[in-house]
Antibody, heavy 115, light 107 residues
Framework: EVQLVESGGGLVQPGGSLRLSCAAS????????MNWVRQAPGKGLEWVSY????????YYADSVKGRFTISRDNAKNSLYLQMNSLRAEDTAVYYC????????WGQGTLVTVSS | VIWMTQSPSLLSASTGDRVTISCRMS??????LAWYQQKPGKAPELLIYAASTLQSGVPSRFSGSGSGTDFTLTISCLQSEDFATYYCQQYYSFPRTFGQGTKVEIK
């Protein structure tokens, strides 16, 4: 069974940093690209970042470019999102999702940016 | 950036109804389109990919059609568990983009 489990969310002050993790199981993690998608409270879905299976190709949404860094460790079956210079508008539930068509999602982890 | 216009934003319907949700792209994306269902407090779930391919385990009352710039999600006979919010998403190019969402509510 494919499972994606996010962790690392929490309350952080504006300008602070946070590192999200996504633990994958039930499939060959190293064979799949991965994504981060977020959803602000009461709002729609926003794609955040993409990383290819080998980490050779990475993309970011303009809203996070230069502040967020996506990475993965295929040996640990894990995906990461390092978030720096956080802003109030980054407050959202962050989901990791597999592959180009986002066929499996984690349950999400809430990031709240507030003083 | 590929902009997406999803309509309607709110759809009131009854159990047993046939409902249709539209998604229009600002430029052609071939068939690189997916549809997701999201229930309150839950993660989205993939319903359809490649515009018309049903994800494993998804009931056959869901169907997708279209290519290029115009796409449609149809629920042939609405069930109680289908009241949710639906999103389209293109994966033709980066940045990936989602439609604004369609909330299907009980009439």
């Amino acid at each position: 069974e494919v499972q994606l489990v996010e962790s690392g969310g929490g309350l952080v002050q504006p300008g602070g940093s946070l590192r999200l993790s996504c633990a994958a199981s039930g499939f060959t993690f190293s064979s799949y690209s991965m994504n981060w998608v977020r959803q602000a409270p009461g709002k729609g879905l926003e794609w955040v970042s993409y990383i290819s299976s080998s980490s050779s190709t990475i993309y970011y949404a303009d809203s996070v470019k230069g502040r967020f860094t996506i990475s993965r460790d295929n040996a640990k079956n894990s995906l990461y999102l390092q978030m720096n210079s956080l802003r109030a508008e980054d407050t959202a539930v962050y989901y990791c999702a597999r592959d180009d068509n986002l066929d499996y999602w984690g349950q999400g982890t809430l990031v709240t940016v507030s003083s | 950036v590929i902009w997406m216009t999803q309509s309607p934003s709110l759809l009131s319907a009854s159990t047993g109804d046939r409902v249709t949700i539209s998604c229009r792209m600002s430029q052609g994306i071939s068939s690189y389109l997916a549809w997701y269902q999201q229930k309150p407090g839950k993660a989205p779930e993939l319903l359809i990919y490649a515009a018309s391919t049903l994800q494993s385990g998804v009931p056959s009352r869901f169907s997708g059609s279209g290519s290029g710039t115009d796409f449609t999600l149809t629920i042939s006979c609405l069930q109680s568990e289908d009241f949710a919010t639906y999103y389209c998403q293109q994966y033709y190019s980066f940045p990936r983009t989602f439609g604004q969402g369609t909330k299907v509510e009980i009439k």
